[in-house]
């Protein structure tokens, strides 16, 4: 599948080739929703209805490559928050939307062939203070020092971050259910630009086969004012588990997290107890 980006990819490249991946670093002059998709951010602020509507112009290019016509993708709505904006696609497709100050992007593909997908990006720069440990478990937080000495040009707490995002989005359509940031192990392979994430509960079962940990894919731009970083990561269905993109880890110790990150329309993370609309603020 061909990825289709306008300005350089940044996704390009780390999901597999069943994977459809449409991504931009602009917002197209005029966006056309379906009237129940525009209903949903009739009230939203101007960035977030931009966001909103460019991720799926993104989806529906993306959805094309597989041959799927254009439809609305409306959030599943009802419970909490993390769940509440969780993408309805097609049947028989899975994806995963992402966007963030310059940058939005989508990635599809046929839920015969991948079990879930997860994408995400963010600019590649350190995290507010503060936000690192409360995102990180203290085995991250070596690794996050020796990688700071060793590779430096990568805000590499941001990446953690990212690849929890990422893993969450494909977590969840597996399951329905909430993962803490203290439920997921990340270790970055700084040189394959590669990723693991181990778990800490016990993982979904999608077609009869526990998943206990997702394997990834990360590239960062440099460090410039507007760089940005993206991971992703894809479930392969039972039959092709033996593939490197997965990875059946022994499930550990769970550890429990009810922190709720949220974003400000800057792009800045906060972590709260409590969930509240992420957009809202
Ligand atoms: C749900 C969450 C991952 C969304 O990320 P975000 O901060 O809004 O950042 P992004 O812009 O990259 O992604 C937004 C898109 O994610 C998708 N999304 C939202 N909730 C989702 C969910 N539960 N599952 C899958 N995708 C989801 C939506 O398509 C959304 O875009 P849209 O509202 O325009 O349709 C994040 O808000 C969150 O709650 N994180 C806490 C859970 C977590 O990450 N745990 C770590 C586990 S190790």
Redesign the pocket.
Known sequence: MTAVALGGGLLEGLLPAEVAVVETFGDPPSVELFPLEADVVANAVESRRR??AT?RWCARAALAQLGVAPEPIL?ARGGPP??S???LWPDGIVG?????DGYRAAAVARSAVVASVGV??EPNAALPSGIRQVVTLPEEQRTLARLAASHPGVAWDRLLFSA??S???AW??LTGRW???G??LITPDPDLGTFTGSLRVTGPIPAGMTVNGFTGRWRAQDTNPGAHLATAVTVAPSAARNSPDFNVAPAVVPTVSTN??L?SKRGNVAVARNPIH?TDW
């Open positions: 966001e909103f991720v959030p993390w769940a904006r969780a993408p995963s939307m992402t966007h963030c995400d990006a929890k995002e893993v969450f989005k969840f359509p993962l803490g940031f439920e997921c709720c990150i974003r992420t």
